[in-house]
């Protein structure tokens, strides 16, 4: 059954020489009001009062930040910016899971994905416009990289999903958005300064406050990167494995041939931050005849020995041209079986937002990377981040 969609003009006129303050440090704006006039004694509280209506509050404009002077104000709205991505279109599903296509700055488009669960929900955020890994059963995979998104962009798809379900704090702590996943479109490790800077902002005392056990990063084994990530971030780890031997991970995530699946997994035994309490989940999406068998199963098990580890079977959720069929039921619950015998957690995920492309590894954008422009005396210059 096909959901219902409204499309919602992005009509909102931006001016590109004012500076958008989502997404800074506090360094950053600090520097940001020093050159407002605002004295440097008065920067530090100035900031504080700023970090909170943005973070804390989800001031939209600078005229709701009563506590700050309204010179000050004033300045602030000649300046600088408080924008969200732009909504060019959304889409309910049938089970509840929305999906907004945002448009941004530049005119390229992200998409980012809500699914609500009884009081509470989590929401998918992507990293970056398109992707450059490939994997054969992801529809982003067979988009190019245009670029990577901005510390701002990021967390700003966090701030327009509140805007949206009005989910700023309330009296009781009530919260819809309960978790975040970083498994959008793109590889979050490939543009990992921008995510590490949105990531913290979102984990602020002072602000936002999400726990960092409420954040899941997702990656498919940028190995270089994970160490870093757990030590700095300590955020919860998934790993998008989807095979057990080398040749057939080589097909489904081309980046093995970087970095081999024995590799990978002496990163997730080396994770920081793992522990029992904090396992790494292992995403594994069923493949008809491709990845499925018994003997899979009990090489998954050889392979996750010892680790804290929790198994998440994801059927494959179709799209238009893809290669792949998904496993049958039969066959994804003997292979579970088999996991659950050795002790590990393997629930299966129920897909949610099928119907309106929103499943897992179904995001898509029509972004295309420019075309490079050849300047004489000069290199070309891409639109790649």
């Known amino acids: 059954m096909n959901s219902a969609s409204e499309d919602v003009p992005a009509d909102t006129v931006r001016d590109e020489n004012l500076l958008n303050l989502i997404g800074l440090t506090r360094t950053e704006l600090t520097e940001a009001v020093a050159k407002l006039g605002v004295p440097e004694r008065q920067q530090r509280m100035r900031v504080g009062q700023l970090w909170r209506w943005l973070y804390n509050r989800g001031a939209a404009s600078f005229a709701e930040m009563s506590d700050l002077g309204k010179e000050l104000r004033l300045r602030l709205a000649e300046g600088c910016s408080i924008e969200r991505p732009n909504i060019a279109q959304t889409l309910h599903s049938t089970d509840g899971t929305m999906k907004w296509l945002l ?17 509470h929900g989590a929401l998918c955020i992507s990293s970056q416009v398109g992707c450059t890994l490939n994997c054969r059963f992801c529809h982003t995979g067979t988009m190019p990289l245009v670029r990577n998104l901005t510390a701002g962009e990021i967390l700003g798809q966090f701030m327009l999903a509140r805007d949206c379900l009005d989910d700023w704090p309330n009296p009781d702590g009530h919260r819809k958005i309960s978790t975040i996943v970083m498994m959008g479109m793109g590889e979050p490790l490939l543009n990992y300064d921008n995510v590490a800077q949105a990531l913290n902002i979102i984990m602020d005392s002072d602000g936002i406050a999400l726990s960092r056990r409420a954040i899941t990063l997702s990656t498919a084994g940028l ?49 920081p931050s793992a522990n029992n309490a904090r396992r790494i989940t292992f995403e594994y999406v069923m493949l008809q005849e ?15 020995h010892g680790l804290p580890a929790k198994i998440n079977l994801i059927p494959f959720n179709a799209w238009p041209g893809a290669p792949y069929e998904c496993s049958s039921n039969n066959r994804i619950r003997r292979f579970a079986s088999v996991l659950n015998d050795a002790g590990f957690a393997a629930p299966v995920r129920a897909p949610r937002g099928r119907d309106i492309m929103a499943a897992c590894g179904q995001l898509k954008s029509a972004s295309k990377k420019a075309p490079a422009v050849k300047r004489k005396g000069r290199r070309a210059n891409t639109a790649g981040g």
């Not at 941004?104 to 699914?115: K, P, Q, R």
């Open 103 to 119: 448009r941004l700055a530049d005119g390229n488009e992200v998409e980012m994905v809500y699914i609500p669960d009884l009081d």
């Open 223 to 271: 190995v270089p990167a994970m160490e870093r990530c757990g030590r700095e971030l300590r955020v919860n780890l998934a790993v998008s494995l989807h095979a057990v031997n080398d040749e057939v991970r080589d097909q489904l995530v081309p980046l093995n041939r970087r970095h081999p699946i024995a590799e990978l997994i002496q990163a997730c035994r080396d994770y």
């Open 290 to 304: 491709v990845n499925d068998s018994l003997e899979d199963a009990h090489e998954l098990v050889r392979l996750l």
